[in-house]
């Protein structure tokens, strides 16, 4: 099967958000395979119009109001948008204090805008295709965090485990919850959730407010799947063949005796094959496989000197910072190899960061995220690509773009970049050695960064080992981190 990335929790002007739909979903085919974007629906058991509360109920009010008006156009623009660049679903978001936050994603262009009281009515009462799928779940129980005690995986077969709110895994994951909706709670981490025996599948999104599907950084869905169509794609979301990625794009393969992760399948034998391979897109910091969420394999040690025999390398380019804050920079890249061949180049590319929009300025601001950030060519031996970036909000938090280019070659293979005209060539032997940059400006400027060079004995890992089982409900995950601080989550193998 391939892996194909994508984002069905993200948001625009089409309710409270920024950003015209066009846009968002522009944004989304420069970069993404698949996506859905999600407009705010509903709040059945919304707090009472109070003197304390108005402000919260009547925001949110106009923003279900907004997108009631203006469903059938959102809905055509959604169906218009799925092509063989772009796989679109539709989907809206039911906010909830008794559940849990939930949207509904179906493939479907007839989906219909209704209005129910619970997750499972949304699912049975659509008359489509759908299935629902629990997001920032960490958050206080009753206060928009997820309710085990009702979660049902025939409606909501997926979790949402990480995006701009931040990771819910476990009490202790990185990026803990700091949106002024409060913090995580570790009774509704996703932990918890399969320690009470629930069967769900992982994914990430970004739960962008400013029309920028997929955007670096927020959290990212990968899938297995057969193509790149619907109906593909689908099938993947409804048998959980899915991931979590924090950022890059790690490539994840796991499977117990054959099965691969979403997988439910019957206890038969104590003895099972574990197998395991992760690409990474920067040295690999650990990688744990899970039973039961103890860990029964830890690898580490990837950071070593690389191996001479070493043929693949990989090469992050990153542009960005400067003072400009209100208008776009634009980057116009290129890179050529020598003596080599170019394998890939995997974007990393963010649109301006907002998780949620101000209750007092609303307006859509259509062209926010107008940002043309895309990979215009990839080939044998060159590639061209373009970036758009504003400064960064802090030294916390990014606002650069980056690619990450795979090459094939040896040390001596020379790669010469072109960033706004300005020309360097190094070869792998020198970037294996040290990255370097520069500025565009004299003072307070844009700069480009070109990372130290890694080479696949740091960046890729195999294997297969054996376990002997304890029961017939176990349950295998797996989690990597990079050295970058990024993250892939794995779903489970079930056992019944």
Same mark, same amino acid.
């Not at 980057?331 to 907002?354: H, K, Q, T, Y």
């Given at each position: 099967?391939?892996?194909?990335?994508?984002?069905?929790?993200?948001?625009?002007?089409?309710?409270?958000?920024?950003?015209?739909?066009?846009?968002?979903?522009?944004? &989304? &085919?420069? +970069?993404?395979?698949?996506?859905?974007?999600?407009?705010?629906?509903?709040?059945?058991?919304?707090?009472?119009?109070?003197?304390?509360?108005?402000?919260?109920?009547?925001?949110?009010?106009?923003?279900?109001? #907004?997108?009631?008006?203006?469903?059938?156009?959102?809905?055509?623009?959604?169906?218009?948008?799925?092509? %063989?660049?772009?796989?679109?679903?539709?989907?809206?978001?039911?906010?909830?204090?008794?559940?849990?936050?939930? +949207?509904?994603?179906?493939?479907?262009?007839?989906?219909?805008?209704?209005?129910?009281?619970?997750?499972?009515?949304? #699912?049975?009462?659509?008359?489509?295709?759908?299935?629902?799928?629990?997001?920032?779940?960490?958050?206080?129980?009753?206060?928009?965090?997820?309710?085990?005690? !009702?979660?049902?995986?025939?409606?909501?077969?997926?979790?949402?485990?990480?995006?701009?709110?931040?990771?819910?895994?476990?009490?202790?994951?990185?990026?803990? @919850?700091?949106?002024?909706?409060?913090?995580? *709670?570790?009774?509704?981490?996703?932990?918890?959730?399969?320690?009470?025996?629930?069967?769900?599948?992982?994914?990430?999104?970004? *739960?962008?407010?400013? $029309? =920028?599907?997929?955007?670096?950084?927020?959290?990212?869905?990968?899938?297995?799947? /057969?193509?790149?169509?619907?109906?593909?794609?689908?099938?993947?979301?409804?048998?959980?063949?899915?991931?979590?990625?924090?950022?890059?794009?790690?490539?994840?393969?796991?499977?117990?005796?054959?099965?691969?992760?979403?997988?439910?399948?019957?206890?038969?034998?104590?003895?099972?094959?574990?197998? =395991?391979?992760?690409?990474?897109?920067?040295?690999?910091?650990?990688?744990?496989?899970?039973?039961?969420?103890?860990?029964?394999?830890?690898? !580490?040690?990837?950071?070593?000197?690389?191996? &001479?025999?070493?043929?693949?390398?990989?090469?992050?380019?990153?542009?960005?910072?400067?003072?400009?804050?209100?208008?776009?920079?634009?980057?116009?890249?290129?890179?050529?190899?020598?003596?080599?061949?170019?394998?890939?180049?995997?974007?990393?590319?963010?649109?301006?960061?907002?998780?949620?929009?101000?209750?007092?300025?609303?307006?859509?601001?259509?062209?926010?995220?107008?940002?043309?950030?895309?990979?215009?060519?990839?080939? /044998?031996?060159?590639?061209?690509?373009?970036?758009?970036?504003?400064?960064?909000?802090?030294?916390?938090?990014?606002?650069?773009?980056?690619?990450?280019?795979?090459?094939?070659?040896?040390? %001596?293979?020379?790669?010469?970049?072109?960033?706004? $005209?300005?020309?360097?060539?190094?070869?792998?032997?020198?970037?294996?050695?040290?990255?370097?940059?520069?500025?565009?400006?004299? @003072?307070?400027?844009?700069?480009?960064?070109? +990372?130290?060079?890694?080479?696949?004995?740091?960046?890729?890992?195999?294997?297969?080992?054996?376990?002997?089982?304890?029961?017939?409900?176990? =349950? @295998?995950?797996?989690?990597?981190?990079?050295?970058?601080?990024?993250?892939?989550?794995?779903?489970?193998?079930?056992?019944?």
């Amino acid at each position: 099967m391939n892996i194909y990335w994508g984002d069905i929790h993200n948001h625009c002007g089409i309710t409270y958000g920024y950003g015209s739909l066009k846009n968002a979903l522009t944004a &989304a &085919a420069n +970069h993404l395979d698949f996506c859905a974007v999600t407009g705010h629906a509903m709040w059945p058991d919304m707090h009472e119009r109070t003197k304390d509360t108005a402000f919260v109920v009547d925001f949110h009010n106009r923003g279900f109001q #907004k997108l009631r008006d203006h469903w059938p156009e959102v809905n055509g623009l959604m169906a218009a948008a799925n092509s %063989d660049r772009l796989v679109t679903f539709q989907a809206y978001e039911m906010h909830s204090s008794h559940y849990g936050d939930h +949207h509904l994603v179906s493939p479907d262009d007839s989906l219909p805008l209704i209005y129910r009281d619970s997750p499972r009515e949304l #699912k049975e009462d659509c008359g489509c295709r759908s299935l629902t799928v629990a997001h920032h779940i960490g958050y206080t129980p009753g206060y928009r965090g997820i309710n085990w005690e !009702e979660y049902d995986e025939t409606v909501t077969p997926l979790v949402e485990v990480c995006s701009k709110h931040g990771c819910a895994m476990s009490e202790t994951a990185a990026y803990p @919850y700091y949106h002024n909706m409060g913090p995580r *709670d570790s009774r509704n981490t996703v932990y918890e959730g399969l320690k009470k025996g629930h069967r769900f599948g992982f994914v990430g999104s970004t *739960d962008h407010h400013a $029309g =920028y599907p997929g955007s670096y950084g927020d959290g990212k869905l990968a899938v297995l799947a /057969e193509k790149k169509d619907r109906e593909s794609i689908w099938d993947a979301l409804v048998n959980r063949r899915t991931y979590a990625v924090t950022g890059d794009r790690i490539r994840c393969a796991f499977d117990v005796n054959g099965a691969v992760m979403g997988s439910i399948v019957n206890h038969s034998s104590a003895a099972r094959e574990i197998h =395991y391979a992760v690409e990474a897109c920067y040295p690999i910091d650990k990688i744990v496989i899970y039973r039961n969420l103890e860990p029964i394999r830890i690898v !580490e040690g990837l950071l070593l000197k690389p191996k &001479a025999a070493d043929r693949r390398y990989k090469v992050r380019v990153e542009t960005g910072w400067g003072n400009n804050s209100d208008s776009l920079y634009r980057f116009d890249c290129s890179a050529d190899i020598e003596n080599g061949r170019l394998l890939g180049i995997e974007p990393c590319f963010r649109g301006r960061s907002v998780l949620a929009p101000s209750a007092e300025d609303n307006t859509s601001q259509d062209d926010i995220n107008q940002i043309d950030s895309q990979i215009l060519h990839c080939g /044998e031996t060159d590639a061209v690509w373009q970036c758009e970036t504003v400064k960064n909000l802090s030294t916390l938090h990014p606002q650069t773009c980056a690619v990450v280019l795979e090459i094939e070659g040896t040390p %001596d293979t020379k790669v010469r970049f072109s960033i706004n $005209g300005q020309e360097t060539c190094r070869t792998v032997r020198e970037l294996m050695a040290a990255g370097c940059s520069a500025q565009m400006k004299p @003072y307070h400027s844009q700069a480009y960064k070109i +990372h130290t060079a890694i080479s696949a004995s740091q960046y890729m890992v195999e294997d297969t080992f054996m376990d002997t089982a304890e029961g017939p409900r176990d =349950y @295998y995950h797996m989690e990597v981190s990079q050295q970058n601080g990024h993250w892939a989550y794995v779903t489970p193998v079930y056992f019944q």
